[in-house]
């Protein structure tokens, strides 16, 4: 190895919080679903810190504990997570109102980037009409949860 190895958990751990920040102020449509676009970011973003994590390192030892690392960091924060629910909202982020009472809150759309043609799928995969929306909520995924009014 070129590089001590406690250096790469190091660099592993940087390189992870780093990627966590961006990711999670890049928004919840980013995480939830792809575009081609979104994927080449990420291919991009794996390409680009490569050399952040390995400092030049090209071992299977150095790279088998840099990859060791970022698998116990996630497996940390899953863990913090299940245990915490501030911890889950800091790492996963919350639900967001997108709709209410036959309403879509067209200030939430933009804020969190969301076309109204992707709400009017994800009122169509609900079949669920307009009219009969009782909430509508962007999910920590990514993912649009349609709740129809209870027909009493």
């Known amino acids: 190895m070129s590089v001590s190895w406690w250096e790469l958990p190091i660099r592993a751990g940087l ?9 999670r102020f890049s928004g919840k449509r980013t995480v ?16 680009a ?13 150095g790279g088998l504990i840099a990859a060791a690392t970022l698998v116990l960091l996630n ?3 899953g863990l913090l997570g299940s245990r915490s629910r501030k911890v889950e909202e800091i790492v996963e982020g ?21 076309g109204q043609g992707e709400m ?5 995969e609900a079949d669920c009409r307009l009219e009969e929306l009782d909430r509508a909520y962007l999910e920590p995924d990514g993912a649009i949860s349609i709740l129809k009014k209870r027909g009493d």
């Not at 390189?15 to 990711?23: C, G, K, N, T």
């Open 49 to 61: 810190v490569s050399d952040a994590l390995s400092g030049g390192d090209e071992s299977v030892q």
């Open 75 to 77: 497996v940390l924060f």
């Open 15 to 23: 390189v992870y919080f780093a990627l966590m920040l961006m990711v």
């Open 120 to 124: 009017a799928r994800a009122l169509r």
């Open 32 to 47: 939830g679903q792809f575009t081609p676009f979104d994927l080449l970011v990420v291919m991009l973003l794996s390409e």
């Open 94 to 114: 919350t639900a967001v109102l997108l709709g209410r009472d036959g309403r879509i809150l067209d200030d939430a759309l933009r804020r969190e980037r969301v």
